[in-house]
């Protein structure tokens, strides 16, 4: 198999990565900061290299799952010189900013950068349903493809090296948020003897139906036109009724209460009689 990889970093992720890599029979040189981690990985077909410098020279494309932004800089700051010329997928977790200073970095160096955020867990990589976001460059995601296939749908989102990042953040903001929904409501019904569990199969249902208005919520944000007809409007969507029956159960109301004032703000602006969607502009705009 043409493409030489070397893998940098071998927790959990690195490496289930490093082993669906020698799995497929790419000639794999793995390298980690504590020694024993590469063994298994050894068994399996891969070369151990002793300096990280030697892992570099060893492949075409060199992947980093560290821990941060500061380990990465950490490993491959000093190495700097021998990465020059090469392809660097940094699946390590940073924000948004740093992975945009590492491309940077990068290309200061001349360096080949492609961002990765993995939506999985180590057990999932190889298997339906893991997905792995990139940004960076498209060159690099076009000719390493077949090889970031290898570890789930590989989904690219742009130049901009940050954007894999910022996609990755706001999912698990709306995922957070929707648990936090999910836990009001089983708390407002707990008072009434329901199991979390019970609430848990309406809710399951409910929500996954309620998904469906996705589509027609962005067609009015992106459209621009709050005003267009057929929307349930701010002012029908007042959750005075929800809140008193939290208070009456003497549950907390700050989960419902941030959704309420999301609405408030934009009837106090005058737009009452505009569709819900437009609560984006609460949020698009700070207080
Ligand atoms: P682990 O804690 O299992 O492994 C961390 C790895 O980073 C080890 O190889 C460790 O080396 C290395 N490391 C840490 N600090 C340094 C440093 N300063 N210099 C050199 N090496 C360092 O973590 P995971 O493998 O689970 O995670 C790796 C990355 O993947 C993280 O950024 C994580 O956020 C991301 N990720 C993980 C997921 C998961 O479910 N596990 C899911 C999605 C993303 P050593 O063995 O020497 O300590």
Known sequence: NGVRVSVLGLGAMGAALATALVEAGHTTTVWNRSAGKADALVALG???????????????????????????????????????GRTLVNVTTTSPEQAVE?????????????????????????????????????????????????????????EDAGLASLYDLALLAAMYIMFAG??????????????????????????TAMTGGFAGYAAVIDGGDYT???????????????????????ISTEAIDMVQNLIQRQIDAGHGKEGFARIIESIKHPR
Not at 229 to 242: D, H, I, K, R, V
């Open 46 to 84: 891969a070369t151990a290299a002793d300096t990280v410098g030697e892992a570099l020279t060893a492949g075409d494309v060199v992947i980093a799952c560290l821990f941060d932004a500061a380990s990465v800089h950490e490993v491959l700051d000093p190495v700097a010189d021998r990465l020059a």
């Open 102 to 158: 590492i491309a940077a970095w990068a290309a200061g160096h001349g360096v080949v950068y492609l961002d990765g955020g993995i939506m999985a867990v180590p057990e999932m990589i190889g298997s339906p349903g893991s997905s792995i976001f990139y940004s960076g460059s498209e060159a690099a995601f076009e000719q390493y493809r077949p090889l970031l296939d290898l570890w789930g749908e590989s989904v690219y989102f742009g």
């Open 182 to 207: 999910f836990a009001h409501g089983a708390a407002m019904v707990a008072g009434a003897g329901v199991t979390a569990g019970d609430f848990a199969r309406r809710a399951g249902s409910w929500l």
């Open 228 to 250: 267009v007809a057929g929307q349930q409007s701010l002012e029908f969507s007042n959750l005075g009724n929800m809140i008193d029956a939290s208070v009456a159960q003497g």
